[in-house]
Structure formats: C-alpha cells, structure tokens
C-alpha cells in the first residue's frame, strides 16, 4: 500500500532553519498534489503548503517569504525549508500527497504521512 514517511524533526531555536522530506513508496501512477501541514497543540490541523505536478506553489500567510517547498519527481519526493523560524511555528508537521495509486484501483486517493514535531525554542 502508499505509504507516506516524514524525516525526524528537531529542536531549533528562534531564526533558524531546518528542512524536512517526504517520501511516498508503493505502487504508485502519479501524485497531482504534495504538501505540508501543521498542528499546535488545541489548534485545528492548516495547510502551510503545497505543490502540483507542474510545480506551482501555495503557501500559508504565516510562512510567505520563510517557508519554501519544493518536489522531486523521480524520487517521489516533497521538501518543506523552514527558515527564519518562530516559536509560533511549533508543531506537528503533516505530509500529504494525492495519489493515483493500484492499492486504491488507480483512483486519486488523499493519503497522510504519521506526522513529525518540529519545536521551535530557545
């Protein structure tokens, strides 16, 4: 089946930076969209970004200018580069990727990753 695999995320202090992957496995045709979201603690789950298959972006208003996601077709793949980071940027982040896959008949399917927390602290 699709499987979405999150890198670890970090303790990073104020202004700085970290970047996290994405990998999607499985017997997979296409993916249209790859993206990130986030969770704080008694918040509900954002969309901080995204990506089509042709490469264009949409970011959160929070993240504009910090924040910059990028794709690597070949490895099935998607980045989110954190920089300038704030406290108010911790988090769960969520990777999410729609997916035409032979585990769902070849239909688009909305599948997530387990999530990675990214602490932003000084």
């Known amino acids: 089946q699709v499987q979405l695999v999150e890198s670890v995320g970090d303790l990073v202090q104020p202004g700085g930076s970290l970047r996290l992957s994405c990998v999607v496995s499985?017997?997979?045709?296409?993916?249209?969209?790859m993206g990130w979201y986030r969770q704080a603690p008694g918040k509900e789950r954002e969309l901080v970004a995204s990506?089509?298959?042709?490469?264009?972006?949409n970011y959160a208003d929070s993240v504009k200018g910090r924040f910059t996601i990028s794709r690597d077709h070949a490895k099935n793949t998607v980045y989110l580069r954190m920089n300038s980071l704030k406290p108010e940027d911790t988090a769960v982040y969520y990777c999410?990727?729609?997916?035409?896959?032979?585990?769902?008949?070849?239909?688009?399917?909305?599948?997530w990753g387990l999530g990675t927390q990214v602490t932003v602290s000084s």
């Open positions: 999410n990727a729609a997916v035409r896959s032979l585990a769902y008949g070849w239909d688009t399917k909305n599948c």
């Open positions: 499985g017997v997979i045709f296409s993916i249209e969209v």
């Open positions: 990506i089509t298959n042709g490469g264009a972006t």
